[in-house]
Every structure is written in C-alpha cells, then in structure tokens.
C-alpha cells in the first residue's frame, strides 16, 4: 500500500502555505532576517511543537511566521511545499495563504502574494505541480479587517480561485462574514470555510455555511455526522469536505478515520489532506497512510478519497477528465 499510495496521483485541497514551514527553512530564514528564535535548534523548534487543541495550536503556528518578512520569503515557503508536493505525486493542489496574518505585522499584501505566485509559476514549468491559491480570512479578526483584505485583493483575483476563513472558531461564526463572502461570490471567487472539529456550536456554524453563506465546498466538517438533515444536504449539494486526518489527531485525539468511513458510505465527497503538515509531521502520503495502518481502510476507500479530490477541485471540466483518467489509468494497472 505504501507503494500504491506514493504512485497514485493526487490533488491536494486543504493545506496552509504557513502550515508547510518547515524547522530547517525557519532557522534560515530566520539567519537571513537577522531574527532571533528562542530555540538552539531545528530540533529544539520541533519538540516545542507541544499542542492538543485549535487553541495552543494556533499561538505556536501564528509566532513562527515572524520569518517570513519579503518576498523571496514568501517564495521560499511556497516553493519548498510544491517540491515536496512533486515527491508525493500531488499533481494539483489548492492553497491556502493567510494575508492578514502578515499585514498586521507590516509586511505588504502584494510581498505575499508576488512571492507565492513566483513559486506556483515555476512548479507548473518546472514540476508540472498545477495549483491555485485560496485567500483565507482570519475569523478571530473583525469583518470590517476581512473586507479591506478582500478589497485589497482584488486587483489580484486573477491569480486566486477562492476565499475561505480559518482561526480560531471560538465566538467567530461564519455569518460574522456575510457581507465580506457575498463580494467574493458577486466578484466571481469560490467560497469555502473552515468548520473545525469539536467547536462550540459546530452545528449551527455548518447550518451557517450551508444555508446563510452559500458555500462551494466545508474544509473539516466531520460535526456534519450528527446531523442527518445537514448530510443530506452535503451529499445533495455534492459539497467536498477536505478532511485532516492527522491533524485531527493532534487536536481532537482522533484520526476520525471512522468517520470518513461513514461519509463515503453516505455518499458524501469526502477528501483528505494534510492541512499544516510542518506542525502535525505528515504530508498528504502519510495521512494515507494512517488511514490505511491505523484506520483500516481499503484500497478502494483510498482511491475514492483520492478521486472525491478531482471530483470537488475546482477547475475546468476538461481538466479534471485529465486528472481522473490519469488516476484510472493508475489503478487499472497497479490492480
């Protein structure tokens, strides 16, 4: 199966380009940047990586972006995670990037954005890695803060495919940015939002998402499961859910491969991913893995989330055909 899954193409949805710092380019950037980290080492940064929930996850993550200060930075980032993208066969990912997380801090939307685009650029010509990149609003902030991002955004639209909200989900639901996610829609974005596992009021804030917001697609989501009425509209919609396996694990002490199991036997487009892979120490292969040594789960399981992946992505028709045949091509002849 290892084999099997390193060879499978893939696509990736649901994966944080901050979430993809790495210890080793954290430390160099760091030097480069003249920044002092409080760690003597890679592996000393590493074994700070002590969290058990969203909450202390988030005040390690949000601390370690202080590297990242221009725009060969920013390029650095995204270009480390499309190379190791290319060594797991993901041939299409969709990005997430948090710009306010850097604009409070002083560095410019367009430093951001112009370094991460540089590194898309390249992995299309040199990796043959296609992505598109999503732009993620921080729910812990206001939605007045949200809408200036968005506004600032959109000189750059061209180069995003979509907007999704992420944070702390605590107090922060999804129609606190109502207004801000109605422009992106009349602006021609895809809409999608994180739906954490075990938050406060999880039901209500997919009920949110699903009826209010209008979203395309729910990153997370599993909560859907205790209510039969909310799966019937996710599987009636054919919304994807971009489930994490490991780092639910890390933040809800379950890799809830049981519940990705009972999502596919719903017929919801369930997919997984690997979210902050830096932090929870597994890209999208291993969290395949888990699923398969820890969950128990088939071949054929695998190969649907995979294909619920393509399936949910949001490119044109034709690309997707691309992908799909590709994938069953692969399976046709490993079978």
């Not at 948090?98 to 370094?115: E, L, M």
Request: charged share 20%.
């Amino acid at each position: 199966m290892s084999g099997f899954i390193q060879r499978l193409p893939k696509t990736e949805l649901h994966v944080h380009l901050e979430g993809t710092l790495e210890p080793d380019l954290s430390f160099s950037l760091a030097r480069k940047n003249g920044i002092d980290l409080p760690y003597a080492s890679p592996e000393a940064l590493l074994q700070a990586y002590d969290f058990h929930d969203l909450p202390s996850f988030l005040t390690i993550y949000y601390k370690a972006m202080n590297v990242l200060q221009d725009e060969s930075d920013f390029y650095a980032l995204t270009w480390a995670y499309l190379c190791k993208a290319k060594e797991q066969n993901i041939v299409y990912a969709e990005l997430f990037f948090d710009p306010q997380a850097h604009t409070s801090r002083g560095v410019a939307f367009d430093v951001v954005i112009r370094g991460i685009r540089r590194a898309q650029e390249q992995a299309a010509a040199e990796l043959g890695v296609e992505t598109q990149l999503i732009l993620c609003f921080l729910r812990d902030f206001s939605a007045e803060s949200a809408m200036q991002t968005l506004v600032e955004a959109l000189p750059w639209k061209h180069w995003l495919v979509g907007v999704g909200l992420d944070s702390d989900e605590k107090n922060n639901p999804p129609i606190k940015f109502s207004a801000v996610f109605a422009l992106a829609r009349a602006e021609g974005l895809k809409l999608t939002m994180h739906c954490d596992v075990n938050q406060l009021n999880t039901l209500v804030h997919i009920g949110q998402v699903l009826h209010e917001i209008g979203v395309d697609r729910i990153d997370h989501g599993i909560n859907a499961l205790e209510d039969p009425e909310l799966c019937r509209v996710i599987a009636e919609r054919g919304l994807g859910l971009t489930v994490c396996p490991v780092s639910n694990r890390f933040c809800v002490q379950d890799l809830t491969a049981t519940q990705l199991r009972q999502m596919l036997q719903l017929g919801m487009r369930a997919t997984v991913n690997s979210d902050d892979p830096a932090y929870f120490r597994a890209y999208l292969n291993e969290n395949l893995l888990a699923l398969q040594d820890e969950g128990g789960m088939t071949r054929a399981e695998i190969v649907q989330l995979v294909r619920n992946g393509f399936e949910v992505a949001w490119i044109p028709e034709e690309r997707r055909s691309h992908y799909l045949h590709a994938l069953n091509q692969y399976v046709a002849s490993a079978s």
